[in-house]
């Protein structure tokens, strides 16, 4: 009769088995569900609007949105509204999860056979049951994507106030989705790799015990060093990882490097836009479309825009250094004020030169339109002001070159020189 043991049967997937490991996956996608539909409440929107003004270079005039008047919760339809999408989201999303965390171990399990150190693969594939592999890394590594997307869906709420602010530092765009994603895939694969490990070594046996340094077989040797590469082998303790890991010399750099790429990565959304502003924009033009940053920054300086919120005095002027060089010097004094009846008018009065608005004289031209939610213009010298509205409360005026001195006054702390100026009312 042989002695020998026939190798462990595989245990076929089962219902039991996607419960077992489904169930993890299915606790990240309903975390991941509900910090997303948390995020994208109005109240956290604000929140993060809020935020991005703070951020942004105009951090002492009011934000441009009447944030107070949208609470977090809308009452109990909107609760029951977000308990019912995660209920049925949350099961797809599962899915998913577990469909690319099958794909990962499959791609890890091929990396292992080409790859694994010392060649106990092929020996102990027939006795790896995969299923108590994809189970153990399904538990150690479940909160890895609810808590990458909560950091990504932080980085996306104040990118988007960002842009509000028409100066994005944080941008969300395709490039730096797919870093985030690689420090995703990398951090899963760390922990399931520890799982396949653990299984490789579990499974090999006694007697099939390979030195670390060369894989010689270390079966029936009485001495305690490897006959091939001397290497220490008295207690046996059973050693493998990948080929590019066998020296331990660089292990600490190496761990060190991989951290510092992972944050790096991890954080490109943040450093990434701040650095392309840095460069010279003849060289942003060339750059593809998704990495340029967003609105006029590419091609016009963020000083050259100027928020004005609703019922302010605005005083449009050039700068004396540029009227020295012979140059047109007209004066604009605009007033945007919003009538009881809600709609907002724009009252603009236009001096030829700044001697005569200093002269108190009576402006050459005077015009009272209507703002709507379009962009449009007014004539100033030889240029035009463009204008447009960003929110409730505020309008966004556009220099036409940065030698432009736009002034914004509250109407009860207006300068001298604006102070006898008189107010039509809006009807």
């Not at 606790?27 to 109240?43: D, F, K, S």
């Not at 090999?204 to 001495?223: A, E, F, I, K, M």
Request: aromatic share 12%.
């Amino acid at each position: 009769m042989s002695n020998q043991q026939p190798p462990n049967r595989r245990q076929p997937l089962t219902l039991y088995h996607l419960y077992l490991a489904g169930r993890f996956h299915l606790l990240a996608a309903a975390t991941y569900m509900c910090l997303l539909l948390i995020l994208e409440m109005q109240g956290c929107q604000h929140a993060f609007a809020r935020l991005a003004w703070r951020l942004g270079p105009w951090s002492n005039m009011p934000p441009a949105y009447d944030l107070s008047r949208d609470p977090l919760f809308d009452g109990s339809s909107q609760l029951a509204a977000i308990l019912g999408t995660v209920l049925v989201a949350a099961p797809f999303v599962a899915l998913f999860l577990i469909g690319s965390h099958l794909l990962l171990i499959a791609l890890l399990v091929a990396a292992h056979r080409r790859f694994g150190w010392p060649g106990y693969w092929r020996e102990v594939q027939p006795r790896i049951d995969f299923w108590p592999v994809w189970l153990a890394s399904a538990r150690r590594c479940w909160w890895v994507w609810p808590v990458s997307q909560f950091i990504w869906l932080l980085f996306s709420g104040i990118a988007v106030g960002m842009e509000r602010t028409f100066y994005c530092t944080v941008s969300t765009t395709g490039p730096y989705l797919m870093a985030h994603l690689a420090v995703v895939v990398g951090f899963v694969s760390v922990l399931t790799n520890r799982a396949l490990r653990t299984a490789v070594v579990g499974a090999v046996r006694p007697d099939d015990v390979r030195c670390y340094g060369c894989g010689y077989l270390l079966r029936g040797l009485s001495s305690d060093r490897c006959p091939e590469c001397g290497l220490d082998h008295r207690t046996r303790t059973v050693r493998y990882s990948f080929t590019w890991q066998r020296s331990g010399r660089w292990r600490g750099i190496r761990q060190a490097v991989l951290i510092v790429l992972a944050a790096v990565l991890l954080l490109a959304p943040v450093w990434g836009p701040s650095a392309l502003l840095a460069l010279p924009r003849s060289w942003l033009e060339h750059l593809p479309a998704a990495l340029q940053p967003h609105y006029t920054v590419l091609y016009e300086s963020y000083r050259q825009n100027s928020p004005i919120p609703i019922n302010m005095v605005c005083a449009v002027s050039l700068d004396d250094s540029y009227a020295a060089m012979g140059q047109e010097n007209p004066v604009a004094v605009l007033r945007f004020e919003r009538s009881e009846s809600g709609p907002t008018y724009l009252i603009a009065e236009h001096w030829n030169t700044k001697e005569q608005f200093l002269r108190r004289e009576s402006p050459n031209t005077t015009s009272r339109r209507r703002i709507w939610k379009t962009s449009s213009s007014l004539p100033f010298g030889a240029s035009e002001l463009w204008y447009w509205t960003t929110g409730q409360d505020m309008i966004w005026l556009l220099r036409p070159h940065p030698w432009f001195s736009v002034e914004v006054y509250d109407p009860d702390r207006l300068p001298e020189a604006l102070r006898d100026l008189e107010r039509e009312p809006p009807g």
